[in-house]
């Protein structure tokens, strides 16, 4: 059915890796298919027609690596800015930086600590409640710095984040939480950072700009109606990676993996410039989004070809996933856990496929590090499927 040596389900950024070192190395001909309408996955972006700011359609996407070989290989396709990431939060009607570092610790406590003075006063009110294990995040999160910081930075937070009051939930879930006792507020700590110079989808498109590699958007893998779907293509014996969720290539038949979603609510201003930054955070109960994206902001080199008097902000509401929606954050509790090892275990048998991605292996990962296990999956485990080559 396919015309084609390899077919590779999804144009994500693990699809599209794959996709590029078969052309490049073993010579062959490769579809990728994608029941989205573009490439790029969850790393995909647009450019606004109104206002001519690229959004990011999946959520706020930064780049950044200490891995020289993904620096190497990504800047094969596109050039990046210099943009270094900051995060600021809203709490209490001020206006703090994060992560939490001295300047947030000082303005907070209105004080001029030094370093050594803060280190002081965060252990000292942790060991507040450093007594026995941390049976919940709130105890967790109180034993690694202290109430104060604690509910004014993380708890409600979170409690957005996971809806869900952080006394129920594992403690777990934030084994360390940063505290800089100096004033860098850089956001990651990585050698490399930055965005792409053109955007997110002329890298991708950089990246499949080669006549072997074909794109079909629109087409569901699992959709017996399309020619070039599951059953069709193992018949034909055709090599397939694929790279969506790994339950749902198994009808769910041991149970579903559970992920937290992201709703996007778009708001437009008329102003050159809302927020003065491009993450704002809400560490308070009384707003409902954890925080909101002014994407402009992430591309200041750009302000000429912005419309003037206008700006895009985008809020994120945070929730469970249900069948349909958007998988975004694997939940991953025990149960998962053991489910996503007896899909894995399956998968391994499976012929002719390789299962990737952050679908196809119920992880959470950064593009860095997808790229990097494309890169290791393409030789361990895609070449050696291309077998005539
Ligand atoms: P991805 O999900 O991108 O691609 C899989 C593709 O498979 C999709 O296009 C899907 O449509 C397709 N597919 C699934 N089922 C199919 C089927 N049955 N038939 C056909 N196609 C099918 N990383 C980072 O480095 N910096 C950041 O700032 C962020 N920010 C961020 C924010 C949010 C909200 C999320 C959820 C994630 C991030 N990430 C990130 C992570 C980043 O999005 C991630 O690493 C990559 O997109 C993963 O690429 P994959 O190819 O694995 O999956």
Redesign the pocket.
């Known amino acids: 059915p396919a015309n084609a040596d390899l077919v590779i389900?999804?144009?994500?950024?693990?699809?599209l890796t794959v996709a590029q070192q078969a052309a490049e190395h073993a010579g062959v001909r490769v579809l990728i298919?994608?029941?989205?309408d573009h490439i790029g996955?969850?790393?995909y972006s647009y450019f606004d027609k109104e206002t001519g700011i690229e959004i990011h359609k999946?959520?706020?996407?930064?780049?950044?690596t200490s891995n020289r070989r993904v620096w190497e290989y990504v800047n094969r396709f596109t050039e990046f800015t210099d943009y270094v990431h900051r995060v600021y939060a809203t709490h209490d009607g001020e206006v703090y930086p994060l992560p939490i570092n001295l300047g947030t610790i000082n303005q907070f406590f209105r004080a001029h600590y030094t370093p050594a003075e803060a280190r002081a006063l965060v252990e000292r009110q942790a060991g507040e409640h450093a007594h026995g294990i941390a049976r919940n995040l709130d105890e967790q999160g109180k034993k690694l710095i202290g109430q104060p910081l604690y509910e004014a930075f993380i708890k409600n937070y979170t409690a957005k984040q996971w809806q869900t009051d952080p006394a129920e939930l594992p403690a777990s879930i934030i084994r360390r939480l940063p505290v800089r006792f100096n004033y860098d507020n850089r956001y990651f700590k990585d050698t490399w950072e930055g965005l792409p110079k053109n955007g997110y989808t002329a890298w991708f498109e950089r990246m499949i700009a080669d006549p072997r590699i074909e794109v079909k958007l629109g087409?569901?893998?699992?959709d017996e109606s399309q020619p070039l779907n599951r059953r069709t293509l193992a018949e034909a014996g055709v090599p397939v990676v694929y790279?969506?969720?790994i339950d749902?290539y198994f009808d769910y038949e041991l149970g579903e993996l559970k992920w937290r979603t992201?709703d996007f609510k778009e708001r437009r201003y008329d102003e050159d410039d809302h927020f003065g930054c491009p993450v704002m955070n809400y560490s308070d109960a009384d707003v409902p989004y954890t925080r909101a994206i002014e994407f402009k902001n992430f591309n200041p080199e750009r302000a000429e070809s912005y419309a003037p008097g206008k700006t895009v902000v985008w809020e994120e509401y945070s929730r469970f996933a249900r069948r349909g929606d958007e998988p975004?954050?694997p939940i991953n509790t025990d149960e998962d856990k053991s489910i996503y090892d007896q899909y894995r275990t399956k998968a391994q048998l499976e012929p002719n496929t390789v299962f990737g991605?952050?679908?196809g292996t119920y992880q959470y990962?950064?593009?860095?590090?997808?790229i990097d296990t494309a890169l290791t999956a393409y030789v361990e485990e895609v070449a050696p499927l291309l077998n005539r080559w």
């Open positions: 389900v999804g144009a994500g950024l693990f699809g298919i994608d029941v989205r996955g969850n790393a999946y959520g706020a996407h930064l780049f950044h087409v569901d893998f699992f790279t969506g969720p749902r992201v975004y954050y991605g952050r679908l990962y950064d593009m860095h590090q997808v």
